[in-house]
């Protein structure tokens, strides 16, 4: 960990602070209903605009800062979405079904561009340790943020959202000296375009689909959990708990772990990840107890730990130089997909067939995993991959 470069601490350290400022995301909802007046269903489709523009962001974003510079694009992306985000206790509410697509967008594009920058500031076989500095740094702030964010909603809605828009801004400005310069290649430049490298690398494209499959079964998590576990007579401070465990050993163990395992080859350590996810999920169809939910979470937790460092290390070491922001972009765009695709799918499974959700989950989970593992084998490697 010694070796990483200084923009892979910088980059963490602002991806700590973003995350505990991130009140948009956790309070959007409450505000409309709230100060705004809006009734439930226009929140849910105002929010809902917001996913949009993420996801967006995350597919498309990549392209800019491959085009025109990382640094450029993540520099002009963040100062864009930290005024907006700033601004909304000002906006009539027609305006935000434009300006929060918009300002998601942008942060997602900032996002992609930093994580395509930190990429290329490190060889490819060590970017796994990079990408567990980051998750764990954006995690820890993930812990502030809902406690940090409910203490200031107490005195001002308005106050969360000038707050988030303000440290959007705080971290451009500080993150900007640091950012290497990296320049996008001559429009002239050879080089292979994304459609044909990607059907150049057959063991990738099993992977992202396997990608959306495995994190809408993992975000069931904030979505179908709590409420089977409502239905199941547990308290919420079960829920509140499970919910510790799983961000505590995330904290302690996902750089350790990356570190490792950075030797070995990216599928099959994808693959068990994927195979835990599933048995953990499998796990909430038995009889629920404290002692049931706890071990759930374990092995669920465990599974994150190995394919989430992981497959996003190995999308960035497959991408030629060149495409490093597409490649970070279609991961982060697949994964993104799954987590909007959770709440309808999982929502509508429980509503309807709810013991049938956790071994479906499984099983789902399971067949994700036999597909990467199979696909792995389709491109011979040199080294860890």
Avoid at 149 to 168: E, H, I, N, Q, R
Avoid at 247 to 271: D, H, Q, T
Avoid at 306 to 313: E, F, G, R, S
Wanted: aromatic share 8%; charged share 10%; net charge positive.
């Amino acid at each position: 960990m010694r070796d990483l470069p200084r923009v892979v601490w910088a980059v963490a350290a602002a991806r700590f602070f973003t995350s505990a400022s991130s009140f948009v995301m956790l309070f959007l909802t409450l505000y409309l209903t709230g100060p705004r007046g809006l009734g439930v269903v226009a929140a849910g489709l105002l929010t809902g605009t917001s996913g949009v523009g993420w996801l967006a962001g995350n597919f498309t974003g990549g392209r800019w800062g491959d085009r025109h510079g990382h640094r450029r694009t993540a520099l002009v992306a963040s100062t864009g979405s930290g005024l907006l985000v700033a601004s909304i206790p000002w906006q009539p509410v027609w305006l935000m079904a434009v300006t929060l697509p918009v300002s998601t967008y942008l942060s997602a594009a900032a996002g992609v561009s930093l994580g395509a920058l930190t990429a290329l500031a490190v060889e490819r076989g060590n970017r796994r340790t990079m990408v567990a500095v980051s998750r764990a740094a954006s995690n820890a702030g993930f812990v502030i943020g809902p406690p940090a964010g409910a203490l200031l909603a107490t005195w001002s809605y308005d106050a969360l959202f000038v707050a988030d828009g303000l440290m959007l801004l705080a971290v451009r400005l500080v993150l900007a000296p640091v950012l290497p310069h990296h320049e996008p290649p001559p429009a002239d430049a050879p080089g292979t375009g994304l459609l044909t490298a990607l059907r150049a690398d057959r063991a990738l494209l099993r992977l992202l689909p396997a990608v959306v499959v495995v994190d809408l079964v993992y975000r069931q998590l904030y979505t179908t959990v709590p409420l089977h576990l409502r239905d199941q007579g547990m308290p919420l401070g079960l829920y509140a708990g499970i919910t510790a465990v799983g961000s505590g050993m995330i904290l302690l163990l996902e750089i350790p772990v990356a570190v490792r395992l950075r030797g070995f080859s990216a599928y099959p350590i994808i693959a068990a990840g994927y195979a835990l996810v599933g048995v953990g999920f499998a796990l909430f169809g038995l009889p629920v107890s404290v002692a049931t939910a706890v071990l759930a979470m374990v092995v669920i937790t465990a599974g994150e730990i190995l394919y989430k460092t992981t497959a996003t290390a190995h999308v960035l070491d497959a991408a030629p130089d060149h495409l490093v922001g597409q490649y970070q972009g279609l991961y982060s765009g697949a994964s993104t997909s799954g987590s909007l695709l959770a709440g309808p799918v999982g929502g509508v499974l429980y509503a309807f067939t709810p013991a049938l959700l956790w071994p479906l989950c499984g099983v789902v989970a399971l067949v994700a995993a036999a597909s990467v593992l199979s696909g792995g084998r389709l491109t011979p490697r040199s080294g860890p991959a």
